[in-house]
C-alpha cells in the first residue's frame, strides 16, 4: 500500500532523529534554549516570582537558566527516550494499584523527559498509555510525536474521541495524564491563581471507582527519578464536588513538587497569561497579579 506524504516523511524524520548523535542534541538544546530565555524569560520570572518568593537575583536567574535548558531538552529527548537513564521508584505502590484491576489513572506534570514513566511500565510489562494531542493544527507534527512514542514501546491514545480514557481504562491500562497546563474543564487555584485545569481524568476515576496516582520526576546525578504516590479519593455521594476538591489537592501537591524543584519546570510557558501583564522591557520587575480566568 502506498504511503502518504505525510507517512513518508514522518518516517524519513523519524529515521534522521533517532540516528542523531547526542552531542547533536546537546548543541540543539543550548542553542534552542538561548532563544526560549530571549524571547520568554519576562514570562518565566513573572511566573517564578508570583509562585516561589522570596527568591534571590542569584537563584532565580539560575532556575531561569536551567529551567529553559530542561523545558527543550525535554521536547528533543522524545526522539532517543529509550537511551534516558532513569529509575523507578514505588514499585509497591503500582503493584497495589494494578491489583485491583480496574485500571489506573496516572496524573503527572511536564517535569522530566515526557511519558519517560509510560515507557518505564511498558518496558516492565505493564499495560500503559499515554493521551497526546489530536493533530488538528499541526498533522505533521502529531504523527512524528505519535510516531516517536511507538518507536519507544509506547502506543498512545488520541484527543478527540471523549470515551478514548474510559476504554483504555476498561482494558486495565494505566494512563498517562498531564494536569498542569491551561485547561477550561475544572475552576482551581494555582500558586495561588484562580485558573482552570483538566478533571477528565480524576471525574473518570471516579466514574470506575479506578485508583488514581500521582507521578513526578526528578533528577539526580543525570538520572530520572520516577516517583509514583498513591492519591485518595473523595467519597461524599457528590462526584462532581468530589472530583472538584481531588483535583484541587492533586494541584497542591504539584505546587509542592515545583517549589522543591523549581528548575524542572516549564516556567516560560505562560500558564497564567501574563503576556499582556508584564513586557518584555518589564518583564524583570514585579508585576501586579490578576486571575487567570482560562
Known amino acids: 500500500m502506498k504511503l502518504s506524504w505525510k507517512d513518508s516523511a514522518t518516517n524519513l524524520l ?15 538544546g543550548l542553542i534552542l534554549s538561548y532563544g526560549l530565555r530571549v524571547k520568554k524569560s519576562h514570562i518565566a520570572r513573572a511566573s517564578l516570582q508570583q509562585a516561589i518568593h522570596p527568591v534571590s537575583e542569584k537563584r532565580l536567574q539560575e532556575i531561569l ?3 529553559a535548558r530542561h523545558t527543550v531538552n525535554y521536547v528533543l529527548t522524545l526522539p532517543v527516550l529509550n537511551k534516558v537513564a532513569y529509575q523507578l521508584h514505588h514499585q509497591n505502590v503500582l ?11 496516572i496524573i503527572s506534570l ?49 484527543k478527540g474521541d471523549p470515551t478514548a480514557v474510559l476504554q483504555a481504562l476498561k ?3 494505566a494512563v498517562f495524564l498531564y494536569s498542569d ?20 481524568g480524576i471525574m473518570t476515576a471516579h466514574l470506575l471507582k479506578a485508583p488514581v496516582l500521582f507521578h513526578y520526576c526528578t533528577l539526580e546525578d543525570n538520572q530520572w ?9 473523595t467519597h461524599s ?13 492533586l494541584m497542591h501537591r504539584m505546587e509542592q513538587v515545583i517549589r522543591e524543584n523549581p528548575e524542572l519546570w516549564i516556567w516560560h510557558y505562560d500558564r497564567f497569561k501574563l503576556k499582556n501583564q508584564v513586557s518584555r522591557s518589564k518583564g524583570f520587575s514585579l508585576f501586579q497579579s490578576k486571575p487567570d480566568v482560562s
Open 14 to 28: 523519524i529515521g534522521l532523529f533517532t540516528r542523531l548523535p547526542l552531542a547533536v542534541y546537546s548543541a540543539i
Open 171 to 173: 482494558q486495565k491500562k
Open 95 to 105: 503493584d497495589q494499584a494494578f491489583s485491583e484491576d480496574k485500571g489506573i489513572v
Open 225 to 233: 527519578q520516577l516517583h509514583f504516590e498513591p492519591v485518595p479519593l
Open 237 to 249: 455521594g457528590n462526584k462532581k464536588q468530589d472530583a472538584q476538591h481531588d483535583l484541587q489537592q
Open 110 to 158: 511536564h517535569m522530566g523527559p515526557p511519558d519517560l514513566g509510560t515507557m518505564a511500565l511498558s518496558q516492565l510489562g505493564l499495560p500503559a498509555t499515554t493521551l497526546i494531542g489530536s493533530g488538528k493544527h499541526s498533522p505533521l507534527v502529531h504523527s512524528l510525536g505519535k510516531g516517536l512514542l511507538q518507536q519507544a514501546g509506547i502506543d498512545p491514545i488520541v
Open 65 to 67: 537558566r536551567q529551567s
Open 181 to 200: 497546563l491551561r485547561s477550561r474543564e475544572m475552576p482551581v487555584t494555582f500558586f495561588g491563581q484562580e485558573t482552570r485545569a483538566p478533571a477528565s
